[in-house]
């Protein structure tokens, strides 16, 4: 079993839909939660990071960490198209980072 | 501008070439490290480097080799590539931090290599 399990979709939204993202993970010694964006031929960039449970939110985009059901989630309002990237949610565990597969997202014009 | 660069962006190689992918960061960060992202399996951790001389293995060090003999760069060599290393690789850096705090992490722009 993986440590952090995302699926992988792919996802495809109309433009100003909710979009819902969402990650479980076995190990409860995680401390931080991070989401990543990658867009097409780029390197990851941080998106959001949440330090232990609770919600938290920047702009369009809220994450949210439930450590009791090891889930954490990230939605984002009112999507736009310049929102297509697959999305990688990560998980810090002393000095590690431990990843999801990333889920693919195309928000349609 | 802050930035990690890595070199090439693109290769394609045969079995058992020697080749090295290079990483270079101006942040002045003490910690990078290598990882390979392959469809379904997500970004997979191949070695880590703490500081200057110290590296350490990841998730799937097999078939690799580093050295960290400068604080800016951050070299990943295959010494006899195979098939199964084709994927695409990415150099990340950030601070060092410590146990109980997240710095974020920097990701190269990632070099995808294809061994035949």
């Known amino acids: 079993q993986k440590e952090v399990e995302q699926d992988p979709g792919p996802l495809s939204v109309p433009e100003g839909a909710i979009v819902s993202l969402n990650c479980t993970y076995s190990n409860s010694a995680f401390q931080y939660f991070m989401w990543y964006r990658q867009y097409s031929r780029k390197g990851p960039e941080l998106l959001m990071y949440?330090?232990?449970?609770g919600n938290k939110e920047d702009g369009r985009f809220t994450a949210q960490v439930d450590k009791s059901s090891k889930y954490i989630s990230l939605f984002i309002r009112d999507s736009q198209p310049s929102d297509s990237a697959t999305y990688l949610c990560?998980?810090?565990?002393?000095?590690?980072?431990?990843f999801g597969a990333g889920t693919t997202v195309t928000v349609r014009a | 501008e802050a930035q990690v660069t890595q070199n090439p962006r693109y290769l394609i190689t045969v079995t058992g070439k020697k080749l090295t992918v290079t990483c270079s960061q101006n942040m002045n960060h003490e910690y990078m490290s290598w990882y390979r992202q392959d469809p379904g399996l997500g970004l997979r951790q191949i070695y880590y480097s703490m500081n200057v001389e110290v590296t350490d293995k990841g998730d799937v060090p097999e078939g690799y080799k580093v050295s960290r003999k400068e604080k800016r760069n951050f070299p990943l060599i295959l010494e006899s590539p195979s098939p199964n290393q084709t994927s695409l690789y990415f150099c990340a850096t950030r601070l060092a931090g410590s146990f109980s705090s997240y710095n974020e992490q920097f990701f190269g722009p990632g070099t995808r290599l294809t061994v035949l």
């Open positions: 949440t330090y232990s449970s």
């Open positions: 990560a998980m810090k565990n002393d000095y590690k980072l431990s």
